[in-house]
């Protein structure tokens, strides 16, 4: 017999302040006929962000794969980057918008981020920087990317997409590598429909960037480099604003959701639930369970259980970006190069977290998982 939720579960749902909170800045945009290219609601949000997340330094973008293109240009990278095949496609490809080629190495196989094992061997005269990314929010050996970044001369930009509220250590995980590169797209923890921001080391770097991003321009009349439009709009701006008012208690509602999986699917043989990382308290963008052999079934077959019970989980990430067509000729992109890269998007599925899934829905989705007798009522 199968059971379906009411409506259709996702993978996400954006977090939205409520509408009626979100007029008035829509009347002070209405007024001031300030639309863009820097306004009041965009200084103020660049201010707020960077006090939220402990770092001095923040430009704000239309979205996260624009700043990425732009982090790439400001640092002049070129020639061939390592970075990891296991991520969202927008990694690689601002890579190829900078005809930059891209190295893949393997990645590790517990964070399920680039091993930094295998980086050195992947090293050639070519390289010229590390493009790591920290996957669901999990941080990366920074410490030792960093290291072998030092001894080769290597810039490091991080793809912190998921990262959003993640600390390392107490402290948050922007300040290392050259530069990390935000997402604020409506799938994202924090989210201004679209957005993202380039956390930046110093007031000269930032300078660059704000550049960068207004197509170079550094007065009316002066334009010092060939730069992109990518400056996030006023509407995305104080929608950010408002959103953060309400971001912390979304954090706490995903924990709570990331401990009930945990717990539900703890017991169940061939799930293996993502394991927290030592020192880093993590947003929980992402809740994410591999299926290995022992489970009753495939991973697909499961993915499509859910579906077929109204629950759209997704496999991020899979397929493999080194499998894509315009990758898989690279060297890099050879099969036995990335074995764990390959075994993991074979087994993983990420299940359904955002704010407003409630726990009725939650058990519902472990109940579908752990092969019980699904229900959609509460659990006293
Ligand atoms: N680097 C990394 C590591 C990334 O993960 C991403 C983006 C980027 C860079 C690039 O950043 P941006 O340029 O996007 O700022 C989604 C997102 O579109 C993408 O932002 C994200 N990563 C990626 C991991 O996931 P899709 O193709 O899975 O999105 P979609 O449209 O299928 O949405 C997933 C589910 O979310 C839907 O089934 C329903 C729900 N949803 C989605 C949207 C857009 C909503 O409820 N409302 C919405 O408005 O890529």
Known sequence: MTIKAPDPIYVTRPLLAPLEEFVPYLE????????????????????????????EHLALFTNGTIALVTALQTLGIKGEVITTPYSFVATAHSLVWNSITPVFVDIDPITCN??????EAAITPKTTAILPVHCYGNP????????????FGLKVIYDAAHA????YKGKNLFN????????????????????GAIVCPDAKTKKRVDYLKNFGFADEVTVVAPGINGKMNEVQAAFGLLQLKYVDAAIERRKAIDASYRRSLAQVQGITCLAPQVDVVNA???FTIMVSEGYAMTRDALYQKLRDAGVYARRYFYPLISDMPMYRGLESAARDNLPVARQKAEQVLCLPIYPDLTDEQVTFIAGIVANKVPSLEPVK
């Open 284 to 286: 929980c963008p992402y």
């Open 114 to 119: 680039l091993d930094p094992d295998k980086i």
């Open 176 to 195: 290392y590598g050259d530069l990390s590169v935000l997402s604020f797209h409506a799938t994202k923890v924090f989210n201004t429909f679209e957005g």
């Open 140 to 151: 990366c050996d920074v410490e030792r990317i960093g290291q072998i970044a030092d001894r």
């Open 164 to 167: 959003f509220g993640v600390s």
């Open 28 to 55: 002070k945009i209405w007024e001031s006929r300030w639309l863009t290219n820097g306004g009041p609601f965009h200084q103020e949000l660049e201010s707020a962000l960077a006090k939220y997340l402990g770092v």
